[in-house]
């Protein structure tokens, strides 16, 4: 995979806490086709948004707002919990909030098989695994919501 040294860069200075090949691995080049709500529900071809250009299949939901997020991620399938903690065979995604210059920011993340985190960096960047979410809080806030979906496919071996 072709990750440019501009975006190993800019990856780094957003991300400061993690670190390539320890805490993060790059799974995929520079690819604008989606965002990380998508990414976070498994779409690699549609970006989750309500403009135009975009899918937004939930009338009435706001994209814009982290509860409008949970509900895309509920009608999905998944329900609120208390804890991002790892557990096998259940698939976790975590809504980050950030408050900045009177804008809110979002970022959704999905726990994987392996307990890692798989996060869409913006709406032009790579897709990466990273080991926690905290490494995130720098670029994305504070995780609001945590919700989860049992995945019975999901061996637990």
């Given at each position: 995979?072709?990750?440019?040294?501009?975006?190993?860069?800019?990856?780094s200075r957003l991300l400061p806490a993690l670190?390539?090949?320890?805490?993060?691995?790059?799974?995929?080049?520079?690819?604008?086709?989606?965002?990380?709500?998508?990414?976070?529900?498994?779409?690699?071809?549609?970006?989750?948004?309500?403009?135009?250009?975009?899918?937004?299949?939930?009338?009435?939901?706001?994209?814009?707002?982290?509860?409008?997020?949970?509900?895309?991620?509920?009608?999905?399938?998944?329900?609120?919990?208390?804890?991002?903690?790892?557990?096998?065979?259940?698939?976790?995604?975590?809504?980050?909030?950030?408050?900045?210059?009177?804008?809110?920011?979002?970022?959704?993340?999905?726990?994987?098989?392996?307990?890692?985190?798989?996060?869409?960096?913006?709406?032009?960047?790579?897709?990466?695994?990273?080991?926690?979410?905290?490494?995130?809080?720098?670029?994305?806030?504070?995780?609001?919501?945590?919700?989860?979906?049992?995945?019975?496919?999901?061996?637990?071996?």
């Amino acid at each position: 995979m072709d990750i440019t040294p501009e975006w190993k860069t800019r990856v780094s200075r957003l991300l400061p806490a993690l670190r390539e090949g320890e805490s993060l691995i790059f799974t995929s080049e520079v690819n604008c086709n989606y965002n990380c709500l998508a990414w976070a529900l498994g779409c690699d071809h549609h970006p989750f948004e309500n403009q135009k250009g975009a899918w937004w299949f939930w009338p009435g939901v706001p994209d814009d707002t982290a509860e409008g997020r949970a509900k895309v991620c509920a009608a999905h399938g998944f329900t609120r919990t208390e804890s991002a903690e790892f557990i096998p065979a259940y698939e976790k995604i975590a809504i980050f909030e950030k408050l900045e210059d009177g804008e809110v920011w979002l970022h959704a993340s999905r726990q994987a098989r392996n307990g890692w985190w798989k996060s869409k960096l913006g709406d032009r960047g790579p897709d990466i695994d990273h080991k926690d979410l905290e490494s995130l809080e720098a670029a994305y806030g504070k995780v609001v919501i945590v919700l989860q979906k049992h995945r019975p496919d999901w061996t637990t071996s």
